[in-house]
């Protein structure tokens, strides 16, 4: 039976992940932040992936561990002008999308060195905007994380999946106003990344879009930045 460790299923792409994984028939272990997050017919392990205690609890009991897959795929994000961000919406951001799955991954790999890892990324990475610089930025560490390990441990199957928009409900979550029309639905997504999950390593987008934006985005890096630069010092006062 295919063991897979999983974070982030109570909603969005990770709880159609589950639902698939849990179908297939796989011997499910999910990471959810309390009991009453619980999934029936599972292991959960109960940890606040931003409080560090958690952490520190979650990474001793896994250490010991073995899986066949584990899927990366908590996350959260707090939206504002930087300057006004809190030093906790930093540090929640960083510890949920960044610190919990590299503390993750260094206590499971010695167990584990054929583990397939599944890491979640953002095309955020390649297209940085206002209002969501921390979760950028932990987002193209996850991106380089995979891009580390996958030299430092050549044998070990990895997964990196940058993915565009989806209607998952975290933008609505976070009080982030876009135009969700052109966004995918998680529900299909899922569909591709669990096929993925399975079958491929690397890093992907899944969709013909999305590759072309992270095509276009990678090509364009140094001209956007200078555009947005400028946009930014011509419409902004970060003083108000």
């Given amino acids: 039976m295919t063991r897979l460790l999983i974070s ?47 952490l520190d609890t979650l990474t001793a009991s896994l250490k010991d561990r073995t899986f066949d897959h584990v899927v990366l795929n908590a996350a959260c994000a707090k939206v504002g002008p930087f300057h006004l961000q809190t030093a906790t919406d930093i540090d929640t951001v960083l510890r949920t999308n960044l610190h919990a799955p590299l503390r993750m991954v260094h206590a499971l790999i010695p167990n584990n060195p054929r583990t397939k890892f599944t890491f979640m990324s953002s095309l955020s990475v390649h297209y940085p905007g206002t209002n969501y610089a921390t979760y950028s930025v932990s987002k193209a560490a996850i991106t380089q994380l995979y891009h580390a390990l996958q030299i430092e441990y050549p044998l070990l199957p990895l997964l990196c999946l940058e993915f565009g928009g989806m209607k998952t409900g975290m933008h609505e ?68």
């Fill in 8 to 54: 982030g299923v109570t909603s969005g792409l990770g709880k159609h992940l589950l639902s698939k994984a849990i179908t297939s028939g796989w011997d499910v272990t999910t990471i959810v932040r309390s009991s009453e997050k619980s999934v029936e017919g599972c292991e959960n392990l109960i940890a606040d992936l931003s409080n560090s205690k958690d």
């Fill in 173 to 240: 979550k976070v009080g982030m106003k876009v135009n969700t029309t052109r966004f995918r639905d998680p529900k299909k997504v899922a569909t591709k990344v669990f096929s993925a999950i399975q079958k491929k390593t690397g890093l992907r987008t899944l969709h013909t879009d999305w590759y072309v934006v992270r095509k276009i985005g990678v090509i364009m890096d140094g001209t956007k930045t200078r555009i947005r630069r400028w946009h930014g010092a011509r419409s902004y006062n970060w003083r108000k």
